[in-house]
């Protein structure tokens, strides 16, 4: 054979061995990203799947953020607020700069770590450059502004869901009823603590008139049971009689004494007299 044909026939085995290998790594990286492809498919399918469900659930929350908004108006935050602990009338570090002017109604929250608490809604009496001065809606009492920090941030909004003031203005009337309930009682248990007191110094003096005490006279002139006390009195009157009875049966029984002395005497001086001489007879006796 011819020495170029050789050479050819070598150069063909080489570049066949050569292809052998290129197809089968063809073939490796072929089926390597067509499994590559599969899975981003599926993956692809999935975060479409997920895509869908977090693009409706986005939807839904703009929306519920939206009628939030709607419902919740507009507000001031972080503001600076005075509250007076006798009245419940309070300052704010906002007026006509913030667009508020006088007889708005506003509805104020308490910022507080825990979150934010409805103090209840108010009605601008003063609207300054930056200041205005707002007073309640409600009946205050004390007893509930002391639970307001004098100086904190409040939240202050124009107006708030339908559902919220009524339930507010529920609880108010509750607490009312629930105050008036209390003040009803108290002037019960004031009128019953002061029939119990007149009821105590009665039964005293009725004690002291029996037993005797500081309430009674100590004037001499006065009877003893008004002065000393009924009991002792009648104890001292007992005590009296009882030493005259004492007196009496001693001179009774002194009298029975004298008495049988006198008896004996008069015993003593029969029979003396009849140891007596006896007179003789007379004449004129014996004539009759």
């Known amino acids: ?15 066949a061995a050569v292809s052998t290998v290129l197809t089968s790594k063809l073939v490796q990286v072929r089926n390597s990203w067509t499994k590559k492809s599969v899975k981003l498919q599926a993956d692809y399918q999935a975060l479409q799947q997920k895509i869908g469900v977090s693009s409706a659930e986005l939807a839904r929350t703009e929306a519920e953020l939206f009628r939030s908004r709607e419902l919740w108006g507009q507000y001031l935050n972080d503001v600076n607020t005075t509250v007076n602990p006798a009245t419940g009338v309070v300052n704010i570090e906002r007026g006509l700069n913030h667009g508020l002017h006088e007889k708005q109604t506003l509805y104020g929250f308490e910022l507080k770590p825990e979150g934010a608490i409805y103090r209840g809604d108010f009605t601008v009496v003063t609207a ?3 200041q205005a ?8 009492r004390p007893e509930d ?3 307001w920090a004098p100086n904190a941030t409040w939240r202050w909004r124009n107006q708030i869901p339908p559902g919220y003031q009524p339930n507010f203005d529920t609880q108010l009337a509750a607490i009312e009823r629930a105050n008036d309930s209390l003040e009803d009682r108290k002037k019960k248990l004031t009128i019953e603590t002061g029939l119990e007191k007149a009821a105590a110094d009665t039964l005293k003096r009725r004690e002291d ?12 002139v006065v009877d003893p049971e008004f002065r000393i006390g009924l ?7 007992e005590e009296s009689r009882n030493l005259s009875l004492r007196k009496v049966d001693e001179l009774r029984r002194r009298l029975r004494a004298v008495q049988r002395d006198v008896d004996r005497l008069k015993v003593d001086n029969v029979e003396l007299t009849r140891k007596l001489p006896q007179p003789p007879a007379t004449v004129g006796a014996n004539q009759n």
């Open 231 to 237: 009991i002792p009195a009648v104890e001292e009157v």
């Open 133 to 140: 001065q707002l007073q309640p809606n409600w009946k205050i």
């Open 145 to 147: 502004v002391q639970t």
């Open 1 to 15: 054979m011819h020495m170029m044909g050789k050479v050819g026939v070598w150069l063909v085995v080489v570049v």
């Open 209 to 220: 008139d029996l037993q005797g005490g500081e309430s009674l006279t100590k004037d001499p």
């Open 128 to 130: 300054r450059d930056v």
